[in-house]
């Protein structure tokens, strides 16, 4: 069974940056095939794929996103980290991982995509 943890602050402060961590167990994050996600719920909004990491390392953002978006791994603590760039109170919401197939990178956010999920962690920006 694999499981998926996100942590990270639950407040960061408008301008400054959102840094989250997920860490994976019952799986490998350089298992092949499989792409690691973050995804992102606003309040009252749906869901949005923010960017993924491939079992290979290659790294996909969504174009929105991409000028402050870096999503990066530590494969020896089975780890990836999410960290968003100047944060505004638009970028409150809650923020999950989850292990999806290749065809996440489409950007296209479909939960069959997925199988499994983080619990999600409520981020707000706010001064």
């Known amino acids: 069974q694999v499981q998926l943890q996100e942590s990270g602050p639950g407040l960061v402060k408008p301008s400054q940056t959102l840094s989250l961590t997920c860490t994976v167990s019952g799986g490998s994050i350089t298992t092949r095939r499989y792409y690691w996600s973050w995804i992102r719920q606003p309040p009252g909004k749906g869901l949005e794929w923010m960017g993924a990491i491939a079992w290979s390392g290659s790294i996909y953002y969504r174009p929105s996103l991409k000028s402050r978006t870096s999503i990066s791994r530590d494969a020896s603590k089975n780890q990836f980290t999410l960290h968003l760039n100047s944060v505004t109170p638009e970028d409150t919401a809650v923020y999950y991982c989850?292990?999806?197939?290749?065809?996440?990178?489409?950007?296209?956010?479909?939960?069959?995509?997925?199988?499994?999920w983080g619990q999600g962690i409520q981020v707000t920006v706010s001064s």
């Open positions: 989850a292990r999806g197939s290749e065809a996440v990178v489409a950007g296209i956010f479909d939960s069959s995509q997925y199988d499994y």
